[in-house]
């Protein structure tokens, strides 16, 4: 048997790929893994050499520090920064996309062309910019402006996402509700949106996690710590000569399981969502 069938016999075999994916989530667990036994060591283990996996005495010392530090304050921050992004992009982004989608003009292809042009543009790049136009309207070092930045770096994407569902969406059933007396404003919001549901929701959970992750304009936007969210909030930790790696640990344990949870419950969406809008109803 030559050696190319002896591979492919081995790379058809039904255990494989298996064997594939748990190596590759173990590659991905492990680091989680490490950081949650870590938040469990004592400040003085975490700079033991050689370094231990699992601690030699469990102690909730970290967690303690995290509870009594701004950590909590940040913690709300992020929710409100998330949650009023993700309301807003919803609430603009619907309507906007199953008008193009449904009702397109003159000039409709341009103004999607106009959205993914805005992404195409390296955020980094619109620091300054976004820097001098939030001191002249005094909204450095609020929540406000954070809201806006990442409304306009999610409005677009959901956009587009939106607007590949509403293409397939079934003229039909659109048809009849305004045969039935129904506006186009009641048949989207009595027909369209009910129905809509999954990519709805796909679409903010990912513009949720987008905006629980961001990082560079948080710590740019931001200097106080009554306003940073968790993404800047963690450096509380880190000092100028020593680093509480306990500490942080337990923030990233404390501060992810919200975001998890949320990603668990609703992750059926973000696929569903994201399948139906590319392929026909």
């Not at 050696?3 to 255990?15: C, F, S």
């Not at 601690?55 to 520090?65: D, G, I, N, S």
């Not at 200097?223 to 509480?244: C, N, R």
């Amino acid at each position: 048997m030559k050696a190319r069938d002896v591979i492919v016999k081995i790379v058809e075999h039904p255990v494989v790929p298996y064997l594939v994916l748990t190596v590759f989530t173990v590659l991905m667990v492990s680091p989680i893994i490490l950081i949650f036994l870590n938040s469990f060591k004592s400040s003085a283990e975490t700079f033991a050499w050689p370094p231990t996996i699992i601690p030699k005495r469990f102690t909730l010392e970290a967690y303690m520090r995290v509870i009594s530090s701004p950590i909590p304050m940040n913690l709300r921050n992020s929710v409100i920064l998330a949650l009023s992004t993700t309301a807003i992009v919803l609430l603009i982004a619907v309507p906007s996309a199953y008008g193009i989608s449904k009702y397109p003009f003159r000039g409709s292809k341009l103004l999607m062309l106009s959205y993914l042009a805005s992404r195409i543009v390296p955020p980094l790049s619109l620091l300054i910019p976004f820097y001098m136009l939030f001191s002249q309207l005094k909204l450095l070092n609020t929540l406000t402006a954070l809201i806006i930045v990442n409304t306009y770096m999610c409005f677009p994407l959901v956009v587009w996402m939106l607007k590949g569902f509403f293409d397939e969406f079934p003229q039909e059933l659109i048809d009849a509700a305004l045969i039935d007396g129904c506006s186009k404003l009641g048949t989207m919001f009595r027909v369209v949106i009910p129905v809509s549901m999954t990519a709805i929701a796909a679409a903010g959970i990912i513009t949720f996690l987008w905006t629980w992750n961001e990082f560079i304009y948080a710590i740019i936007l931001t200097s106080s710590k009554d306003v940073f969210p968790m993404t800047v909030g963690i450096f509380y930790f880190v000092g100028d000569e020593v680093i509480e790696w306990n500490s942080l640990s337990a923030v990233a344990i404390f501060t992810s399981l919200p975001a998890i949870v949320f990603f668990v419950l609703f992750q059926k969406y973000i696929v569903e969502g994201l399948v139906k809008g590319a392929i026909k109803m």
